[in-house]
């Protein structure tokens, strides 16, 4: 099933396409802002950043393409040679060695022989490719109380001076740490900190940088406590059900009756749980042969929020990128189990004779 944009992800959209396309449209020296886009676990933080770039990429490579068209083109069998996005996640132990380790992953530029090489491998692949985003996700992997993250903190604090924007995606960054040392400018909207002075940096250029400005996006789940909220979600039921192909299912399915109220409560309108739970019940529904979608057949969906099979997909629950909500189907309150009759003055007959 394909993501659908919601009005939370669009905000979210907006507000990123016009960061990064102002700053890779801007000549004057200094620091570029940066963006958090903050949210819980499988509220589509990741997706809607990545269609984001993607769509910003595709507008960039137009451009050079009309005036640069030899530097866009990749030769065969080799990485192409303009990135205009950059994309990695955050160890979930994170070191300066491991965050390094991920940006050239992407790039598929060799490591280095020690740590001060591998960060001037990684400043060299952010220029030699002409990124102008570089997008890290699962940030709050980050604990401000341990020596190496804060050194890898200050490390992504050092490639800001590479005209380069930094999106940072995290669940709850507010209250990670992240920004302790900061504050809200509620004039301009947005977290002002400086660098953290605990812990010893590998990267020279950390100490100089005395400020940061990021722009702080909340990725919200659905709204069901007012009309417009529950408007919005109801929209996106019908948007879901318009992709469904079940014989016996039609208009209406999700988004009528007491579907919409039972949607949300198994997933607290957060789109991921609400995408997978449909996806399941799918399947079940073709697989039993009923063709449809019902309550009793969501019922014996359970929503597993613990790690995907496969190191690539495991999810921090420390950093809080497995939410704890309850997702558990509604118990059936059954028939009380009728009380056995008392036999002690029951009859049982004579009982036969024993001979002497």
């Given at each position: 099933?394909?993501?659908?944009?919601?009005?939370?992800?669009?905000?979210?959209?907006?507000?990123?396409?016009?960061?990064?396309?102002?700053?890779?449209?801007?000549?004057?020296?200094?620091?570029?802002?940066?963006?958090?886009?903050?949210?819980?676990?499988?509220?589509?933080?990741?997706?809607?950043?990545?269609?984001?770039?993607?769509?910003?990429?595709?507008?960039?490579?137009?451009?050079?393409?009309?005036?640069?068209?030899?530097?866009?083109?990749?030769?065969?069998?080799?990485?192409?040679?303009?990135?205009?996005?950059?994309?990695?996640?955050?160890?979930?132990k994170a070191?300066?060695?491991?965050?390094?380790?991920?940006?050239?992953?992407?790039?598929?530029?060799?490591?280095?022989?020690?740590?001060?090489?591998?960060?001037?491998?990684?400043?060299?692949?952010?220029?030699?490719?002409?990124?102008?985003?570089?997008?890290?996700?699962?940030?709050?992997?980050?604990?401000?109380?341990?020596?190496?993250?804060?050194?890898?903190?200050?490390?992504?604090?050092?490639?800001?001076?590479?005209?380069?924007?930094?999106?940072?995606?995290?669940?709850?960054?507010?209250?990670?740490?992240?920004?302790?040392?900061?504050?809200?400018?509620?004039?301009?909207?947005?977290?002002?900190?400086?660098?953290?002075?605990?812990?010893k940096s590998?990267?020279?250029?950390?100490?100089?940088?005395?400020?940061?400005?990021?722009?702080?996006?909340?990725?919200?789940?659905?709204?069901?406590?007012?009309?417009?909220?529950?408007?919005a979600y109801?929209?996106?039921?019908?948007?879901?059900?318009?992709?469904?192909?079940?014989?016996?299912?039609?208009?209406?399915?999700?988004?009528?009756?007491?579907?919409?109220?039972?949607?949300?409560?198994?997933?607290?309108?957060?789109?991921?749980?609400?995408?997978?739970?449909?996806?399941?019940?799918?399947?079940?529904?073709?697989?039993?042969?009923?063709?449809?979608?019902?309550?009793?057949?969501?019922?014996?969906?359970?929503?597993?929020?613990?790690?995907?099979?496969?190191?690539?997909?495991?999810?921090?629950?420390?950093?809080?990128?497995?939410?704890?909500?309850?997702?558990?189907?509604?118990?059936?309150?059954?028939?009380?189990?009728?009380?056995?009759?008392?036999?002690?003055?029951?009859?049982?007959?004579?009982?036969?004779?024993?001979?002497?």
């Amino acid at each position: 099933m394909r993501l659908l944009e919601t009005p939370m992800s669009v905000a979210v959209t907006d507000l990123m396409r016009s960061r990064i396309q102002n700053n890779a449209m801007r000549f004057s020296s200094g620091t570029l802002d940066g963006l958090m886009i903050n949210g819980g676990g499988y509220q589509g933080k990741t997706e809607t950043a990545c269609l984001t770039a993607a769509d910003f990429e595709d507008d960039w490579r137009e451009l050079f393409e009309r005036y640069q068209s030899h530097y866009v083109d990749a030769m065969p069998g080799t990485r192409d040679l303009i990135a205009p996005i950059a994309y990695c996640q955050t160890p979930v132990k994170a070191t300066p060695i491991g965050l390094c380790e991920a940006i050239l992953d992407f790039y598929g530029a060799p490591y280095g022989k020690n740590l001060r090489g591998m960060i001037r491998n990684v400043r060299e692949s952010i220029k030699a490719h002409a990124t102008t985003v570089l997008m890290i996700d699962d940030i709050t992997r980050l604990k401000m109380h341990r020596e190496d993250d804060q050194d890898t903190l200050d490390l992504i604090r050092g490639l800001m001076d590479l005209d380069v924007t930094l999106v940072l995606i995290g669940v709850n960054i507010p209250r990670s740490g992240l920004l302790r040392e900061g504050w809200h400018d509620p004039r301009t909207k947005q977290w002002v900190y400086a660098p953290l002075k605990k812990g010893k940096s590998y990267n020279p250029d950390a100490s100089t940088q005395t400020e940061r400005r990021f722009d702080l996006v909340n990725l919200d789940p659905f709204d069901y406590s007012s009309d417009v909220g529950i408007a919005a979600y109801v929209d996106h039921l019908v948007g879901i059900e318009n992709q469904i192909r079940l014989f016996n299912a039609g208009p209406g399915t999700l988004s009528e009756g007491e579907m919409p109220e039972y949607l949300y409560r198994r997933t607290h309108g957060i789109v991921g749980l609400l995408r997978r739970l449909v996806e399941d019940g799918l399947v079940k529904a073709m697989e039993s042969g009923l063709e449809d979608l019902t309550t009793d057949l969501l019922d014996e969906i359970p929503i597993n929020l613990g790690n995907m099979p496969g190191k690539e997909n495991q999810r921090d629950a420390e950093a809080g990128e497995i939410p704890h909500i309850d997702t558990a189907p509604r118990s059936k309150v059954g028939k009380k189990p009728k009380k056995g009759r008392n036999t002690v003055y029951d009859d049982r007959g004579t009982p036969e004779a024993v001979e002497a």
